[in-house]
């Protein structure tokens, strides 16, 4: 009976074996988007933000800019170059660049970037995956 027991520990030691494995998987992981590739293995801090040259070369950060803010500051400038980026720690990816001259224009810029932001956030969260191609 003893010998009965023994061997059935032993198979369910075996048997148990493979339960309690863990993966790691340690592939680089990387975003291509136009004709650069970012190696984003390494990053801890994901953030974006919209900006504008102004004629004068000044810089104006855009983010919580709302439709009444953002015609006004156009009437003032005139035609501005306005930039969505996105941060990755040290790495700077500008996303899109244009001169929007309407609200909807601009709006579709930030949502624009919002999905992209969005898409390396899944990215970053999918273990198998190493590779993300940006639209």
């Known amino acids: 009976m003893k010998k009965t027991w023994s061997v059935v520990l ?4 075996i048997g148990m074996a493979g339960y309690g494995s863990t993966k790691a998987y340690s592939a680089d992981k990387t975003v291509i988007y136009k004709a650069s590739m970012y190696n984003i ?3 801890t801090h994901f953030t974006s933000k919209v900006e504008a040259k102004t004629a004068d070369g000044e810089t104006v950060d855009l983010t919580n800019y709302d439709k009444t ?6 009437g ?10 996105i941060l990755m720690d040290d790495q ?3 996303y899109q660049s244009a001169t929007p001259k309407k609200y909807s224009e601009f709006d579709k810029m930030r949502k624009n970037l919002g999905s992209a932001m969005d898409q390396i956030a899944k990215f970053m969260k999918h273990k198998k995956k190493t590779q993300l191609k940006l639209k």
């Open 10 to 13: 032993v198979l369910a030691v």
């Open 41 to 43: 293995s390494n990053v």
């Open 69 to 74: 803010r953002f015609e006004t500051f156009v």
């Open 76 to 85: 003032e400038q005139g035609t501005v170059m306005v930039q969505t980026v």
């Open 92 to 94: 700077t990816m500008v």
